[in-house]
């Protein structure tokens, strides 16, 4: 019997259980596939045997460790927010720790906005400034509620929730506004429901679908894109994409579990560029949160943060180079 410390969050099992159903990689289910299995792993056993060789247009520039597994973080500003079992950690870009304070176990993600750090769990929001003080908390709107990501805009909260298989619109204090509702219909198998939000438009992953949809702030749909498949610009396995940002040119950046991989999207949905693959990120089969500020690129999983930036002399040779958006991703360095 394990010990209630040993225990995993339902999140947690359904996260990696997913994975490892998109990645083709849940072993005992024949002879033969325990067989193979073994067998690539002894062939190769940094990077996933479907994972090609790829020339990115983005180099690791930086990483840091945090002491525990993340569970997930987020930018205010210049500095960033990490959760890692029962705390929140605060360091700067080069992974300085500035401050850290303890919060309740569970949670399930992070949102920032005017230097407010919202705690996202699984009924309830829980404010707190950059010292540690709570400043606010509110319940779920409904009991059945189970929420999985949030993104804060400078006036409302955005939230997904897998058990309602809605978005839930709040105001920045706690009020609840209203339901959206996906007109396709949300699909979650696991808990892969990411969102963000940017200029007046929210983004969500429709993860069964393998489509992002996006809706106006007051709840309108505008549309999808997306479909399945292992190619750069389709989402593979059973439910990707997981997590979701976005670039203030309004780029959508897109990230994946089974064979992790980060790829970047306009805002309308047309395919740009397969950005990092799973050799570049780190390697494993759960999908790297991400976050951009500016010209960097973080990407965190197990217990790393690492800083990815637009490398121009290899990046000529890739799709990256020929996008017409004005990007600030791509204002990077030469190595």
């Known amino acids: ?105 569970n949670l399930r993600d992070i949102g920032v906005s005017n230097a407010r750090i919202y705690l996202l769990f699984p009924s309830h929001i829980e404010v707190y400034d950059i010292n540690g ?42 009020n609840f506004k209203k339901f959206i509702q996906s007109p396709n219909g949300f699909v979650i198998p696991s808990y892969s429901f990411g969102i963000t939000c940017a200029n007046g438009t929210v983004y969500c992953s429709n993860s069964g679908r393998h489509q992002v949809e996006s809706y106006s702030f007051d709840g309108e749909y505008l549309g999808s894109f997306g479909k399945a498949g292992g190619a750069a610009g389709m989402f593979c396995g059973c439910c990707n994409p997981v997590h979701l940002a976005y670039t203030s040119a309004g780029e959508i950046i897109t990230s994946e579990k089974g064979n992790p991989r980060v790829s970047c999207y306009s805002a309308d949905g047309k395919f740009r560029s397969l950005l990092l693959n799973s050799q570049d990120l780190g ?36 799709a990256c180079s020929n996008c017409d958006a004005d990007c600030p991703l791509r204002k990077g360095i030469t190595i």
């Open 1 to 105: 019997m394990k010990s209630q410390k040993e225990k995993i969050s339902r999140k947690k099992f359904l996260q990696v259980v997913g994975s490892a159903v998109a990645g083709g990689s849940i072993v005992g289910v024949s002879g033969v596939l325990l067989h193979k299995n073994s067998m690539r792993s002894k062939e190769n056993t940094n990077a996933p045997a479907n994972v090609k060789k790829m020339t990115s247009p983005y180099k690791l520039v930086s990483s840091f460790s945090v002491p525990k597994h993340i569970e997930a973080f987020e930018l205010l500003g210049k500095e960033l927010i990490v959760a890692a079992s029962g705390n929140i950690f605060i360091y700067n870009q080069h992974g300085t720790l500035l401050n850290n304070f303890t919060i309740k176990n």
């Open 133 to 174: 003080n709570q400043l606010h908390a509110w319940e779920a709107c409904s009991e059945l509620s189970d929420y999985c990501s949030i993104a804060v805009d400078n006036d409302f909260v955005f939230v997904t929730d897998v058990a309602s298989k809605n978005i839930c619109k709040y105001t920045t204090d706690g």
């Open 283 to 318: 390697g494993g089969n759960t999908a790297y949160n991400i976050k951009i500020s500016k010209n960097k690129l973080f990407a965190a999983g197990k217990n790393m943060i690492s800083t990815f930036q637009y490398n121009m002399s290899p990046a000529t040779k890739t």
